[in-house]
C-alpha cells in the first residue's frame, strides 16, 4: 500500500490553504469519475486493473513461450515516449541491477528497446547485438505513425527477415497498435504479425497497464498479474470520494506548492532501479500538465548519487523547488557492514549496519537538510521494489496526475504541443505535403 505523508510540507503551507486545495482536488476528483472534463474521452486506463481480461495475459504467456520454444533470447521492444517509458521503469525496477554481466542468466531473453531515439550509432550497435543473438521484437505504436520507432522498426524488421526468411519473421515479430488505422496496423495485417490492441480511449503515457506494457514486462520474465493487484489496490484507495484520497492529498499539495511558487518538482528515489520511474513520471506529468502557458516543471534526480551533482542547486540555488520522494521501505536483499580491525578508512562507527540502514539516514537527512535550505518535501513511500509495489505506484500517479491537471485548469490527455517539432523536422527532411514549410524553414535559415 502507498503511504504519503506531507509533514516535509508544514513549514511552507498553512493547514487552511492545503484545506482549501483539498477541497478543489476533491472536486477534480468528481470531474474525473464523472467524466465530465476535458479529454473525458481518454479514461479508458482509469479501470484497467479491475477490467483487464486474464485472457490478455495469457496471450503475452503464449507469445513469450513460443519464443522461448524458438530460443530467442533477445527482444528489441521498438516504441517511444508512452510507448517504452512504462516498461522500461518496469523493466529496470524489477531486474537484477547486473542482468547482463551475471554468469548465471535469468530464464528470460534480454529486453532492449530501441525506436526512442532517432541516434545512427545507437541502431547500428543494436544491430552489432543483434548479429550475436536469437532475436524478436516488439513495435508498439498506437498511432502507428511515429518516425522514431518506424525507422527503427524498418531496420530491425528487414534484419530479421534477412536472418530468419519472411515467414519465420511474421512469427517472431509482434505488433501493439490500433485496431483499425496507422501504417502499422496495415503493415502487420499485410506482414500476418501478432498483433495486440491499444484501445482509442487510452493514451500513450496512460498505457502502461495495456499491452504497451504488459507485453514486454511478461517476456523478461516478470508477473504481470501481480502488478495488475497493486494497480488495482489504488484504483480502489484513490477512488474515494473523501480527503483521506491519496491521490487527492497529493495533487492538492503540489498545487497548493505551485501556487506559491514552487514551479518545480523533483521525484527522488534513493534507488538506482527507480532511475525510470522518474522518466515515466516526468512525461506523464510534464506531457498532461505543461499547456495553456502553466504546468509544475518535471525533474528527476537519482540520490545518493545525484547529491554530489545536484545537491548543491537544490540546498542553495534558486528557490522554485519542491520534491517528492519515493521511499522504499525495506530492501530486497540484505548486505552489512563488516568491521575492519584496522580501521584505516574510520568507517568502524558503521560495523554491523546494513547499507540500507545508511541510505535510510542518508535521505532523513537530506530531508531535513532540503527543508532548511527552503525545499518542500512530499514523500510517496511503498514497502519494497516488487511489482505489487510498482503497479501500486503507477496507477497512484496517474490519477494523481489526472486530478492535479483539472486543479490546474488543463485537459491532462492531449499533448497538441508535441506536434511542433515533428512539422519543422518533416519539412526539414522534405516529407511530401510540408512543401510549404520546408520553403518557410529554408528562408528562415538563409538556405
Ligand atoms: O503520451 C503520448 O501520447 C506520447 O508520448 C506517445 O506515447 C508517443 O508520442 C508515442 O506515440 P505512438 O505510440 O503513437 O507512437
Redesign the pocket.
Known amino acids: 500500500m502507498i503511504k504519503t505523508d506531507f509533514g516535509g510540507c508544514t513549514s511552507f503551507v498553512k493547514e487552511t490553504e492545503y484545506q482549501e486545495y483539498l477541497d478543489k482536488a476533491l472536486v477534480a476528483l468528481d470531474v474525473l469519475e464523472n467524466e465530465t472534463g476535458a479529454g473525458n474521452d481518454f479514461l479508458g486506463w482509469k479501470h484497467l486493473p479491475t477490467q483487464t481480461p486474464e485472457s490478455l495475459i495469457e496471450e503475452c504467456e503464449a507469445v513469450r513461450d513460443s519464443w522461448k520454444a524458438k530460443g530467442v533470447d533477445l527482444v528489441v521492444v521498438i ?5 517504452y517509458l512504462g516498461a522500461k521503469c518496469a523493466i529496470e525496477a524489477l531486474s537484477h541491477s547486473f542482468a547482463r554481466q551475471l554468469a548465471s542468466k535469468k530464464d528470460a531473453p534480454e529486453v532492449v528497446f530501441a525506436g526512442h531515439n532517432l541516434s545512427e550509432e545507437y541502431i547500428a550497435e543494436l544491430m552489432d547485438l543483434m548479429k550475436e543473438r536469437n532475436v524478436a521484437a516488439v513495435v ?4 502507428g505513425t ?1 518516425t522514431e ?1 518506424a525507422v527503427a522498426f524498418r531496420l530491425v524488421k528487414q534484419h530479421i527477415e534477412s536472418r530468419y526468411g519472411a515467414k519465420e519473421a511474421a512469427e517472431r515479430i509482434v505488433a501493439v497498435t490500433d485496431a483499425h488505422k496507422g501504417a502499422l496496423k496495415s503493415l502487420s495485417t499485410q506482414e500476418g504479425y501478432k498483433t495486440f490492441v491499444i484501445e482509442d480511449n487510452v ?3 496512460f498505457s502502461v497497464l495495456t499491452p504497451v506494457g504488459i507485453l514486454p514486462v511478461v517476456l523478461a520474465g516478470f508477473d504481470m498479474r501481480t502488478m495488475l493487484k497493486g494497480a488495482a489496490e489504488m484504483e480502489e484507495a484513490t477512488a474515494v470520494k473523501g480527503k483521506d484520497n491519496p491521490a487527492v492529498q497529493y495533487a492538492a499539495m503540489r498545487n497548493l506548492l505551485y501556487s506559491k511558487g514552487k514551479k518545480v518538482e523533483i521525484l527522488v528515489s534513493y534507488n538506482p532501479k527507480l532511475q525510470y520511474l522518474g522518466e515515466w513520471w516526468k ?1 506523464l506529468f510534464g ?1 498532461s500538465e505543461g499547456k495553456d502557458g502553466k504546468g509544475i516543471f518535471p525533474a528527476s534526480v537519482s540520490f545518493t548519487t545525484d547529491l554530489h551533482s545536484m545537491g548543491q542547486y537544490i540546498q542553495d540555488g534558486e528557490r522554485m523547488l519542491m520534491e517528492t520522494v519515493v521511499t522504499v521501505e525495506k530492501s530486497n536483499r540484505s548486505v552489512t557492514i563488516s568491521d575492519d580491525p584496522q580501521n584505516l578508512d574510520g568507517l568502524n562507527f558503521l560495523t554491523g549496519k546494513h547499507v540500507e540502514e545508511c541510505n535510510a539516514m542518508a535521505e532523513l537527512g537530506t530531508k531535513l537538510a532540503h527543508i532548511d535550505g527552503g525545499v518542500p518535501q512530499l514523500s510517496v513511500s511503498i514497502e519494497k521494489i516488487d511489482e505489487y509495489n510498482l503497479g501500486a505506484l503507477f496507477y497512484f500517479f496517474e490519477k494523481s496526475c489526472g486530478i492535479s491537471a483539472y486543479i490546474l485548469g488543463v485537459n491532462p490527455f492531449n ?1 497538441p504541443g ?1 506536434e511542433a517539432y515533428k512539422k519543422n523536422m518533416f519539412a526539414l527532411l522534405n516529407k511530401p505535403g510540408y512543401e510549404t514549410q520546408t520553403q518557410a524553414l529554408h528562408e528562415r535559415l538563409g538556405k
Open positions: 516504441g517511444i515516449g508512452g510507448s508498439i505504436s498506437k498511432s511515429t520507432p493514451g500513450g503515457r512525461q506531457e499533448q508535441v
